[in-house]
């Protein structure tokens, strides 16, 4: 597991300087003034700059036609933006949950010996079907445009639980839809870990005295984790599979008799038994599952409750980052989970009051939150 810290560079040998040395430094340390400054700073920034400035140098954007089977979209993404070419116009966005919800779908509507061929013809145009059948609620169609500010794409990230939003413009000589990239929140973390690290290095405070994640509570005596779902090698990985829908979250900490966390199953993992084939014996431990498992898998990333804000962004930028299990102890309890979702919201703020808010689909970033 990888622990949060930010790596130094190589120690490198220089000739000794002729010059006198700088008197210490006297700036007071940070506070909460400076704290809540450096906040207000990084949300004026965001103000005036466009989703086009967070765009990188280079980039591909794969975009999948609406009519394509379930199974060919899983041999190049996760996660693309969807384009229905009947009528040229944006489709909405094909992720991971898709994926779990179809699952789910089948074996629990569907004979054992078909679901698996039912999966694989499975269209990308009736995923909106499959949730309605499950009772999950429809995540509306997201979409802002490139010269919106930062600032305010950050909110509709945030008020409507999404990880990822569409940036559409408009051809100037058709007048039909572009899809011309998707921001993430990752994308958009990392842009301001680059361009306010001065900022940055005021957020001092502990994550958990901030509000920022979610913790273990002493209010249930049947589940001593509560309100974060847990599992064990030993858990069938149907049964995780149900919690990532049911709850509306994308990963779940294993942890062994001690709670001590040894591990973490994603829903990118049972993607990885779809295009293995893998799926149609879900009844699986996650022991066994853990060994079909991609080797580019970046590992845990842990956390103390204590650990800084600027810690925690700065790890960002150094590399990608999607959750962090806060832990306790020596032996690393578990303790909570910290989202992208969490650090996002913390920075920008809540909503106004009288801000209008969009429907609210299951949140898809989450981990092992209750709703």
């Not at 954007?61 to 969807?82: H, Y």
């Not at 309605?132 to 429809?138: E, F, I, Q, R, Y």
């Amino acid at each position: 597991m990888n622990a949060l810290s930010t790596s130094c560079s190589p120690k490198v040998r220089r000739r000794g300087s002729v010059r006198r040395p700088r008197a210490a430094s006297h700036l007071p340390p940070p506070t909460q003034e400076t704290h809540e400054a450096a906040l207000y700073a990084i949300r004026t920034f965001l103000k005036g700059r466009t989703t086009y400035d967070s765009f990188p140098v280079s980039y591909r954007l794969i975009v999948l036609d609406s009519k394509l089977e379930v199974r060919k979209a899983l041999q190049c993404v996760v996660s693309a933006p969807l384009w229905n070419s009947e009528q040229s116009k944006f489709a909405g966005m094909f992720t991971v949950s898709d994926i779990i919800h179809l699952i789910q779908y089948y074996y629990q509507f569907s004979s054992y010996d078909t679901a698996a061929a039912d999966v694989e013809t499975f269209r990308l145009e009736s995923l909106r079907d499959i949730e309605k059948s499950l009772g999950v609620a429809t995540p509306p169609l997201l979409r802002d445009y490139p010269s919106a500010s930062l600032y305010d794409a950050s909110r509709l990230l945030i008020q409507t639980h999404a990880r990822r939003v569409p940036l559409l413009d408009n051809d100037t000589e058709t007048g039909h839809e572009v899809i011309v990239s998707i921001l993430t929140q990752y994308r958009l973390l990392k842009f301001v870990s680059i361009n306010c690290s001065k900022e940055i290095s005021q957020l001092h405070m502990p994550l958990r005295k901030l509000g920022i994640g979610t913790y273990v509570q002493d209010s249930d005596p049947e589940n001593p984790f509560y309100p974060i779902a847990t599992a064990t090698m030993s858990t069938p990985v149907f049964d995780v599979v149900h919690m990532f829908s049911a709850r509306g979250i994308s990963a779940v900490p294993i942890i062994d008799e001690e709670g001590i966390v040894v591990n973490l199953y994603e829903t990118v993992d049972v993607i990885t038994l779809v295009r293995l084939g893998v799926y149609q014996s879900l009844d699986l431990t996650i022991s066994e599952a853990l060994n079909q498992r991609s080797p580019d898998f970046p590992g845990v990333v842990i956390c103390t409750a204590s650990d800084s804000l600027s810690t925690l962004m700065q790890l960002i930028k150094k590399r990608r980052v999607h959750r962090l299990v806060v832990v306790e102890g020596e032996k690393g309890r578990l303790l909570g989970i910290i989202t992208l979702s969490d650090v996002l919201r913390y920075i920008i703020g809540e909503p106004v009051i009288g801000e209008s808010v969009a429907s609210t689909p299951i949140d898809e970033e989450k981990v092992g939150a209750m709703p």
